[in-house]
């Protein structure tokens, strides 16, 4: 029941399992994604950091082609320098940059890669070149444009629509901040060199559109804090200078008297920029606040993620195993008490109703299986409970009836006994007066089948569990016994005493044995051919107690017939109609089980059966002082061989094969003479 509800369970639990994991997987890639946004955003913080860096170098280069490449280079040194270690820290963080398989990024990160050959190589084409000062300024201006579409880092990646809005603003305002240095540069080598064409003119007024222009798309598209902040901050004195002192160049255009100092006008602008960086600054922080607070909702979602499903996945178990145990438990409360009933409970309860006679017997409560439940398990346990109630109720009807049954076996025993006393009496006043041996022989058979139907009467005392009202008082010779016993089957004369050893019976159990060992004698003399003889032997055994052996050369019995008459001597079964098939087995199991007797059946050589029986040490002693048969006296001589009888009465010497006949009147006068005691 357990691996089927687990069956049952199964698919949802592993569907939860594959869409939580989907789930988690999913969260997990957009975390990584999100990462991996943030790293290309410390990629580009440090890139904008290289163009400022990039754009002093490229206003500081126009000055000094526009000096004539002379004078002092000192600046110009240290700002390469600069650039030279802005450009080792973007390729750091590019570095940890996870590429994928986006082809845009990759080729934006190999630019930044080969971007310091580059830088390199166009110092030294200034540096051996006559290039003029608009050329310079385009080449550098080409390059830092390059570098700017490079750190461009974030349009492949970016999902989200704030971060991208704040992105778009960073990458409008970088460009007009470029617009503004480019202005600074064109303007101060212009001022430096004393003059200027209508090429510097014309790339001095783009410059200032471009810048205007952007400046105006940051306005449109940056969020209302950042315009704000721009509007506060790139403000002022210098700021308003650098327009004026622009428009006063380009209204000299084509003059020669443009009186207007170079370090002036690159200090003033450098101002304006210097405000404009902040802006820049304060928009790459915003780019990483946004990043940042995606990249913690993403781990957020992560973890939210992974808890819902195990969550879902500990309810799930949970609901499981309530059900089961809802199900499973009381499964095994009524397994464990059908085991009880049936291994425990109801033999005892037979136990106590075969143990109780007919007038002890109560009913019985049966104790339910303690499942109260409504459900389908809860009505099977209420059926069993029923099922249960019945049993004890016909089990009960059943000794009942058994103990009805026993009575009526006692009455008809006891009637049919005392019939044969009367019987017996009758022919034994018959053979006392008779003095013709033909008649006195018939006398004497018809003797032997009232005692062989006395002792059918006493079975049905047995398969009662009555015991007979005659006993012994003092212990017999075991000899004596196994006479008494021969004289009750109907073939006695087949049956040959050797080997007998002079040993006393206990009395109580003396009528008992007889009837037992006339069982025995019985089958064995039954199955066996009439020309063939049943051998008993005796032998006192060590440790106390005697063995008795039984042989016949019969038809003798299959291993597994002889297995199961041993397990019924071993363990009477219940009377019931088959008991009349094997009355003999039964009767021994009984008597057997009475004084602690052990019967077995053996197969004997070449063929037939031996019945062994052992007697216990407490009902076998050595010989001492006994009763002899009440009315006969037995002689023996030295080797313990019965050889005559003498009778009290007329102190008649009796020879053996007299002795043979009338064996059996010994144990029918001593019976009526122990049931008088």
Do not use: C
């Not at 006692?410 to 019939?419: G, K």
């Not at 004596?480 to 006393?504: F, I, K, N, P």
């Not at 051998?535 to 019995?557: F, H, N, R, Y």
């Not at 199961?564 to 094997?582: C, G, I, K």
Request: hydrophobic share 40%.
């Amino acid at each position: 029941m357990r691996t089927q509800l687990v069956a049952v369970v199964l698919i949802p639990i592993i569907t939860t399992l594959v869409l939580g994991g989907l789930r988690i997987g999913s969260a997990v890639q957009n975390a990584q994604d999100v990462n991996n946004v943030r790293q290309l955003v410390r990629t580009v913080d440090k890139g904008t950091g290289l163009l400022e860096e990039l754009e002093d170098e490229r206003d500081l280069t126009a000055l000094h082609v526009a000096a004539g490449r002379t004078g002092d280079t000192s600046r110009l040194d240290t700002q390469r320098s600069q650039v030279d270690a802005a450009l080792a820290r973007v390729r750091a963080e590019a570095a940890h940059v996870h590429r994928g398989t986006n082809p845009v990024l990759a080729t934006r990160l190999a630019v930044l890669n080969a971007f310091g050959g580059k830088v390199a190589s166009l110092r030294h084409t200034v540096a051996h070149s006559k290039m003029r000062l608009l050329p310079v300024v385009n080449a550098h201006t080409a390059l830092i444009t390059e570098l700017t579409d490079a750190l461009d880092l974030l349009t492949p990646a970016i999902a989200h629509q704030t971060l991208a809005v704040r992105a778009g603003a960073l990458e409008n305002f970088t460009q007009a901040t470029e617009a503004a240095s480019r202005q600074r540069a064109l303007l101060g080598g212009v001022l430096t060199q004393g003059h200027f064409d209508s090429n510097e003119a014309q790339g001095l007024t783009l410059a200032s559109r471009q810048q205007q222009a952007l400046i105006g798309e940051f306005r449109s598209a940056a969020p209302p804090a950042q315009r704000q902040f721009y509007e506060r901050t790139v403000t002022g004195r210098d700021v308003n200078k650098t327009e004026v002192l622009q428009k006063q160049v380009l209204a000299r255009q084509g003059t020669s008297r443009l009186r207007l100092d170079a370090d002036e006008w690159f200090d003033t602008m450098t101002s304006k920029l210097e405000l404009m960086r902040l802006v820049e600054k304060r928009l790459v922080g915003s780019v990483e606040d946004e990043s940042s607070r995606e990249q913690h909702q993403a781990e957020r979602s992560v973890f939210i993620t992974s808890l819902v499903v195990l969550l879902i996945l500990l309810l799930t178990f949970g609901v499981t195993h309530v059900v089961m145990q809802s199900i499973v438990g009381p499964l095994h409360t009524l397994h464990a008490s059908a085991l009880d009933i049936t291994e425990r409970r109801l033999p005892e309860v037979v136990r106590l109703l075969r143990g109780s006679s007919d007038t002890q017997l109560e009913p019985i409560k049966v104790e339910p299986a303690g499942i109260n439940s409504v459900d389908e398990i809860g009505r099977v346990a209420q059926a069993f409970d029923e099922v249960h109630r019945d049993s004890v109720r016909l089990t009960f009807e059943q000794a009942q009836l058994r103990g009805r049954i026993n009575a009526m076996f006692v009455n008809l025993s006891q009637r049919s006994q005392y019939l044969v006393e009367r019987q017996l009496e009758l022919i034994d006043h018959l053979e006392n007066g008779e003095q013709d041996p033909d008649l006195l022989a018939s006398l004497f058979k018809l003797d032997h089948l009232a005692t062989r139907m006395r002792r059918n009467g006493e079975n049905l005392l047995v398969l009662a569990g009555e015991e007979a009202g005659r006993r012994w008082s003092a212990p017999v010779r075991l000899v004596d016994v196994l006479r008494a016993a021969s004289s009750e089957v109907e073939q006695y004369q087949r049956v040959q005493l050797r080997g007998l050893v002079t040993a006393d019976v206990d009395g109580r159990a003396v009528n008992d044995i007889v009837h037992l060992i006339a069982e025995l004698l019985e089958n064995a003399t039954t199955f066996s051919s009439p020309d063939t003889e049943v051998l008993v032997t005796s032998q006192l055994l060590s440790g106390g107690g005697a063995k008795i052996e039984i042989q016949d050369s019969g038809i003798g019995m299959t291993a597994k017939d002889l297995e199961e008459a041993n397990d019924r001597l071993l363990n009477p079964p219940v009377v019931d109609v088959s008991v009349a098939r094997r009355m003999g087995v039964f009767v021994v199991g009984q008597l057997s089980g009475r004084h602690g007797i052990r019967v077995q059946l053996r197969s004997s050589s070449p063929s037939g059966i031996t019945a062994v029986v052992m007697l216990p040490q407490n009902l076998v002693r050595d010989h001492g002082n006994h009763m002899d048969p009440p009315g006969l006296s037995a002689r023996y001589n030295p080797e313990g061989r019965l050889t005559g009888w003498r009778n009290y009465d007329t102190i008649e010497q009796i020879d053996e094969s007299t002795s043979t006949k009338r064996a059996h009147r010994a144990r029918r006068h001593g019976a009526r003479s122990a049931s008088k005691e």
